[in-house]
Nanobody, 126 residues
Framework: QVQLVESGGGSVQAGGSLRLSCAVS????????TGWFRQAPGKEREAIVD???????RYADSVKGRFTISRDNAKNTLYLQMNSLKPEDTAMYYC????????????????????WGQGTQVTVSS
């Protein structure tokens, strides 16, 4: 059974940075397709980045150039480095894995992911 636990959220001022972590446990980690999603109050869950088995990444336009996804297979951990944060980045952030090596054709397909973490809150003040 695969489990994901996010950490690293918090409150920062606009322009600041945070690094989120997603620790994978329960099984020898395989570089499945894993993604980061976020959901702001009153809004739908939004896909912001994913990474497949080969390390190919895709970013949503809203975070491109500011966020970077990385993976440490030895530590079974996925990271999301978030720079130049904006108030509109305020949301609950989730990591999710698809248990397949390749990511779905459309980034914005939360139903394609079988395992989700509990989320970590990011709040950016102006």
């Amino acid at each position: 059974q695969v489990q994901l636990v996010e950490s690293g959220g918090g409150s920062v001022q606009a322009g600041g940075s945070l690094r989120l972590s997603c620790a994978v446990s329960g099984v020898a980690y395989r570089p499945y397709c894993t993604g980061w999603f976020r959901q702001a109050p009153g809004k739908e869950r939004e896909a912001i980045v994913d990474i497949d088995r080969n390390g190919i990444t895709r970013y949503a336009d809203s975070v491109k150039g500011r966020f970077t996804i990385s993976r440490d297979n030895a530590k079974n951990t996925l990271y999301l480095q978030m720079n130049s944060l904006k108030p509109e980045d305020t949301a609950m952030y989730y990591c999710a894995t698809r248990l397949l090596r390749y990511c779905p054709p459309s980034m914005d397909s939360p139903s394609e992911y079988q395992v989700w973490g509990q989320g970590t809150q990011v709040t950016v003040s102006s």
